[in-house]
C-alpha cells in the first residue's frame, strides 16, 4: 500500500497542508473540539441509560441529537483533512482501527436508543438491556478518546519516505 | 506585559527546577499522554453536562424539568476537578511552554470569567431555575447568565485544543 500512500502525501492537497502553519492546528482543534461534542452529547443519554438520570425523560435528551450528528460530521471532516497530510502515520497504526471501530460502536448505540423512544412501533428497552447500552457508550468513548490522544504518540512511520 | 513576560520567567524557572516537575519530566512520553487522555475525559464531562444544561435554560428539550438535568452538573464539576489536577500537571511540567502562550492566557481568563459566572448563577438565577417545571420558559436573567456560561466555556475549549497543537508555539 506505500505506493497508495505516497501518491496522497505527494497531492497538492496533502503536501500544501503539511506545509502550511495553521491548517495542522485549526485541523486538530476542529477535531477535538468536534469528538468532545459527540461525545459529551452522548454522556446526558448514556448515564439516563444507565440508570443515573431517572427523572430525565430519555425522550427529552433525543433533542440533543442534532449536535450529535453535526460533531460527526464535523469531526469526520477535520480527521479526514488530518488523515490526508499524514495518510501513513494514520493507516499504519492498529490504533486508528480501534478508534473507527469504537466510533461506529457508539453510533450504533445511539441510534438504538434513538430507535427505542418515540415512535408508536418502537420497542420499550429493558431496564438491564439499557444500563449496559449505557455503561457501553461511555467506555466506547473512552477507547476513541484515549486512541485518537494515543495515535500522535505510537505511530510507527510519519510518512512513506520516513 | 513584557514586564509581566520578564518577571515571570522567575517562577517559571522555578517551576521548571522543583521536584514535581522534575519527576514528571522523567517519565515516559506515554505518563504524558495518559494525563491528556484524562485532560480530553474531563473536558468531554464537563462540555456534555455544559451542553445539555444550558441549551435546556436557552429553550432547547423543554420536555425535560431543568433541575432535573442539572443533576449532569456534579459529572461536569468532576471533570473541572480532573483537569485543574490534570492541566496543573502539564504547566508544572513544563512552564514555558505554557505560561508564555497567548492562548493559554487567554484560556486562563476565560475560566475565571466561567467561575464568576457560575457564582452569579447559582446567586441569582438558580432558585427560579430550580422551581421552573417541564416546558417552561426561564427568564432572561437566567439565559442572559447560561449564555455567557455557554461562551465562555467553548472558548476554554478551542483555546485549550490551540495550547495543545501549538497554534502560537
Redesign the interface.
Same mark, same amino acid.
Given at each position: 500500500v506505500d505506493p497508495f500512500f505516497a501518491w496522497i502525501e505527494d497531492g497538492a492537497f496533502s503536501t500544501a497542508f503539511r506545509e502550511s502553519e495553521f491548517a495542522f492546528p485549526l485541523s486538530l482543534t476542529a477535531h477535538v473540539f468536534s469528538v468532545a461534542l459527540v461525545a459529551g452529547t452522548s454522556l446526558p443519554v448514556a448515564l439516563r441509560l444507565a440508570g443515573y438520570l431517572r427523572g430525565v425523560p430519555l425522550a427529552g435528551l433525543m433533542r440533543y441529537l442534532p449536535i450529535f450528528w453535526i460533531g460527526l460530521v464535523v469531526s469526520t471532516v477535520s480527521g479526514g483533512l488530518l488523515l490526508i497530510g499524514y495518510p501513513t502515520k494514520t493507516l499504519t497504526n492498529p490504533l486508528f482501527y480501534v478508534k473507527v471501530a469504537a466510533i461506529l460502536a457508539a453510533i450504533w448505540v445511539m441510534w438504538t436508543a434513538r430507535r427505542s423512544v418515540g415512535s408508536p412501533t418502537a420497542a420499550e428497552l429493558s431496564p438491564a438491556r439499557a444500563r449496559v447500552m449505557g455503561l457501553s457508550l461511555i467506555g466506547l468513548w473512552a477507547v476513541v478518546i484515549a486512541a485518537g490522544r494515543l495515535l500522535a504518540y505510537t505511530y510507527s512511520r510519519l510518512m512513506v519516505g520516513f | 506585559m513584557e514586564a509581566f513576560d520578564e518577571w515571570l520567567h522567575g517562577p517559571a524557572t522555578w517551576i521548571a527546577t522543583t521536584p514535581l516537575s522534575r519527576f514528571i519530566q522523567e517519565q515516559h512520553?506515554?505518563a504524558f499522554?495518559t494525563l491528556?487522555?484524562l485532560h480530553?475525559?474531563g473536558?468531554?464531562?464537563?462540555?456534555?453536562?455544559i %451542553?445539555?444544561f444550558d441549551?435546556r435554560v436557552l429553550g432547547?428539550?423543554k420536555?425535560?424539568?431543568p433541575?432535573?438535568?442539572h443533576?449532569?452538573i456534579p459529572?461536569g464539576v468532576a471533570g473541572f476537578i480532573l483537569n485543574v489536577v490534570t492541566g496543573s500537571l502539564f504547566v508544572i511540567a513544563h512552564p514555558h511552554q505554557y505560561l508564555f502562550d497567548p492562548a493559554f492566557r487567554v484560556k486562563m481568563v476565560l475560566i475565571l470569567i466561567a467561575g464568576l459566572n457560575v457564582l452569579a448563577f447559582y446567586g441569582t438565577a438558580f432558585a427560579e431555575l430550580k422551581a421552573a417545571p417541564a416546558g417552561a420558559d426561564l427568564p432572561l436573567r437566567s439565559q442572559v447568565i447560561t449564555a455567557v456560561s455557554l461562551v465562555a466555556w %467553548?472558548g476554554v475549549? %478551542?483555546c485549550?485544543?490551540?495550547v495543545?497543537?501549538?497554534?502560537f508555539g
Amino acid at each position: 500500500v506505500d505506493p497508495f500512500f505516497a501518491w496522497i502525501e505527494d497531492g497538492a492537497f496533502s503536501t500544501a497542508f503539511r506545509e502550511s502553519e495553521f491548517a495542522f492546528p485549526l485541523s486538530l482543534t476542529a477535531h477535538v473540539f468536534s469528538v468532545a461534542l459527540v461525545a459529551g452529547t452522548s454522556l446526558p443519554v448514556a448515564l439516563r441509560l444507565a440508570g443515573y438520570l431517572r427523572g430525565v425523560p430519555l425522550a427529552g435528551l433525543m433533542r440533543y441529537l442534532p449536535i450529535f450528528w453535526i460533531g460527526l460530521v464535523v469531526s469526520t471532516v477535520s480527521g479526514g483533512l488530518l488523515l490526508i497530510g499524514y495518510p501513513t502515520k494514520t493507516l499504519t497504526n492498529p490504533l486508528f482501527y480501534v478508534k473507527v471501530a469504537a466510533i461506529l460502536a457508539a453510533i450504533w448505540v445511539m441510534w438504538t436508543a434513538r430507535r427505542s423512544v418515540g415512535s408508536p412501533t418502537a420497542a420499550e428497552l429493558s431496564p438491564a438491556r439499557a444500563r449496559v447500552m449505557g455503561l457501553s457508550l461511555i467506555g466506547l468513548w473512552a477507547v476513541v478518546i484515549a486512541a485518537g490522544r494515543l495515535l500522535a504518540y505510537t505511530y510507527s512511520r510519519l510518512m512513506v519516505g520516513f | 506585559m513584557e514586564a509581566f513576560d520578564e518577571w515571570l520567567h522567575g517562577p517559571a524557572t522555578w517551576i521548571a527546577t522543583t521536584p514535581l516537575s522534575r519527576f514528571i519530566q522523567e517519565q515516559h512520553a506515554y505518563a504524558f499522554a495518559t494525563l491528556e487522555t484524562l485532560h480530553l475525559i474531563g473536558m468531554t464531562l464537563m462540555l456534555g453536562a455544559i %451542553v445539555a444544561f444550558d441549551l435546556r435554560v436557552l429553550g432547547l428539550a423543554k420536555s425535560i424539568p431543568p433541575a432535573a438535568l442539572h443533576r449532569l452538573i456534579p459529572w461536569g464539576v468532576a471533570g473541572f476537578i480532573l483537569n485543574v489536577v490534570t492541566g496543573s500537571l502539564f504547566v508544572i511540567a513544563h512552564p514555558h511552554q505554557y505560561l508564555f502562550d497567548p492562548a493559554f492566557r487567554v484560556k486562563m481568563v476565560l475560566i475565571l470569567i466561567a467561575g464568576l459566572n457560575v457564582l452569579a448563577f447559582y446567586g441569582t438565577a438558580f432558585a427560579e431555575l430550580k422551581a421552573a417545571p417541564a416546558g417552561a420558559d426561564l427568564p432572561l436573567r437566567s439565559q442572559v447568565i447560561t449564555a455567557v456560561s455557554l461562551v465562555a466555556w %467553548v472558548g476554554v475549549l %478551542v483555546c485549550g485544543g490551540l495550547v495543545t497543537s501549538g497554534y502560537f508555539g
